[in-house]
Every structure is written in C-alpha cells, then in structure tokens.
C-alpha cells in the first residue's frame, strides 16, 4: 500500500461503522521500520491509533476496533503531529551528507505496517536503509552508486 | 583522489545533522584547518534558525562521519560538545596563520597569485589545492578559477605561500578533473624522506 493512497482516506469505527475522522498521517518508528500508529484528525484534535488497534487498511477506509482506540499523541508522536517530523516532504539524506531529495511516498505492507521502501523523486529506497527519522530529514545509508 | 573534491566555502552554511537522530544540531560557520599539515582541522559552528548565532561549540575533524554536498553528518550529538580545550588552542593557531589572502610564489620566484579558497578531498580531510586569483595567463580559459595542487606539506609564513614551480602544468580551472592533476602533480614530486 502507498502512503499517498491511505492518507484522506476515512478511519471508520468496526464496532459502530460510524467515521470517527480521517488519516492526517503515519508515525514511523525509524528502528523497527514500521508504521506504529495513525494520525486522526489534525490541530489540537488530532488523535493517534496505535496500529495494534487497526483490523484493516483497505482501499476505501481504515477501520479501528472502535472509538476508544483513538488517544491523545504520546511522547515522540506529538513531533508527527505537531508537524515538526514530516513524512511526505522530509529530506531523504544518506549518513555521507548527500541529498536523495523529498519523499514523495512511502510504501508499507498494509497487514504488518511494515515500511517496505521510500520513494522520492529521484529514487526509491529500501527500507532496510533507513537510519533514523529526525525533524531535519530521514537519513539513509548510503548506496553504492554514491561517492565515497 | 577518489573522493569528492569541495572548496571551503562550499562547506561553510552546511547543516550538521546526526545519523542517529536526523536532527541537524548546527551549521557550519568556518572551516578550520592547518596551511602547514594541509589538512582539515574541523569546524567552527553557528546556531541554525532564528536565533542563530555564532556557537561556543567546535566540531572535530576526528569526529566528524562523512561531508556530504548537502551536510556534515556526525553520528550522534555527542560530536558537538562544549569547546574542547585541545581544539579551540588549533583554531586559535591556524587563524593566525590563515592561508586565505597569501601570496602563492613559486620556488622559482615567481607569483602565481592570491589565495581566495581551499580545496578539500572529503574522505581524507586533506587540503589538497588552493583557488587563487591572479596571473590570468596561467588560467586555460578567462574568467575561470585557477586551482593549484599542492605538496602534501609546504612552507608557510603567514604571508605567503611556497610550491614547487613544477606545479604550472597542473594548473586547472574546473574541480571535476582536478582530483587527476592533485595525483599527477604530486606524483612527479621528488619522494620526501
């Protein structure tokens, strides 16, 4: 699944069927390389899902177990949030300083939240490469095709 | 000269960004470096955003990662510390002695022009050119910079600046084939004991 696809897409309640929001974004946790919550609704109403509490992304909403799922962000979310940490628009930069420019997607296995690559206009990279996730860019390691 | 070939300046105004965290924790004010050992001693930095700054804090070369094109990359923040004593006394020496502004003469007497910038190789550090203004009759085209390799040492006196005079033919005005001459101009150097 791509990231551009679940983004807007309405996170609906399985126990009720009622629409509690939409996705306004991922958190990423950049050791295990996974999506580990989702970000519904944007501002000070912004609530995360961990994703333990989601039972499908599908390609017409993302369905939770139920309303009670939603809770304030937590430490190190509220920088997804917040919008200090970006996902779509973030600096990709290999651990040698070189710029692989903005992600413009981000492709994940819808069943596990695991990150499978990051895509930027100039690249696609393995999400076996990512480093960390900071508020000033992803970084990667470097590929072999980079100067030394 | 495998690696990438920046000029100083090129390097002033990076980001220095953390491969742990990426957060970029400064920006690059100065580039610091030994004229005598012609190589990068490390950084002086700056605050980065609006309340920018100079800051107390010194980077290492030691504990530098990689320099990129786009950033300096250290590991984690740990790199950029209060102001070690060892290093701040480097910065203070090699200021002194700033290379920038000095005569380039040639052991044969002759001026080849003013030093404007260095020419570092990333991967070793070492400084292994200079961009000079000056006798445009050595520049292959006008309006070109004028990039000199020089020895892997060489004599300093704060003033000026001496090479061999075998250096002429390796004069170039474009980095990208520059790494080549660095390696053919020191090659024909006679072997240092």
Known sequence: MLLTNTLGENVVSKSTAETLGSVQGVIIDAGDRRVVAVQVGKGRKARVVPWGSVSGVGSAAVVVDDEDALR??????????????????????????????????????????????????????AAERLLSIGSYAWVVAAGDDEPA | ????????????????????????????????YSAERGA?????????????????????????AAIGRDAVMVTDDSAVTDEAAAL???????????????????????????????????TSGDVVGYELTGDETLQGHAGRPLLIPIPATLAVSGTALMVPASVEPFIRDDLSGFGAAVDEFRGQLPQEA
């Open chain 2, 1 to 32: 000269m495998s690696g990438l070939l920046l000029r100083g300046t090129d390097l002033n105004g990076l980001p220095v960004v953390s491969i742990a965290a990426g957060e970029a924790l400064a920006d690059v004010k100065d580039v610091v």
């Open chain 2, 40 to 64: 990068l001693l490390g950084f002086t930095l700056n605050k980065r955003g609006f309340f920018s700054g100079p800051m107390k804090h010194v980077l290492a070369y030691g504990d530098l």
């Open chain 1, 72 to 125: 304030e962000p937590a430490d190190g979310e509220d920088r997804y949030v917040g919008g200090s940490v970006k996902v779509i628009g973030a600096l990709v930069l290999s651990d040698r300083g070189n710029g692989h420019g903005d992600i413009v997607d981000v492709e994940y296995d819808e069943e596990t939240g695991s990150v499978i690559s990051i895509r930027t206009g100039a690249a696609t990279i």
């Open chain 2, 88 to 122: 701040s006394a480097v910065v203070a020496e090699s200021s002194e002695r700033d290379v920038i502004g000095n005569d380039v003469l040639t052991d044969g007497g002759k001026r080849l022009g003013r030093v404007i910038d260095v020419v570092v190789e990333v």
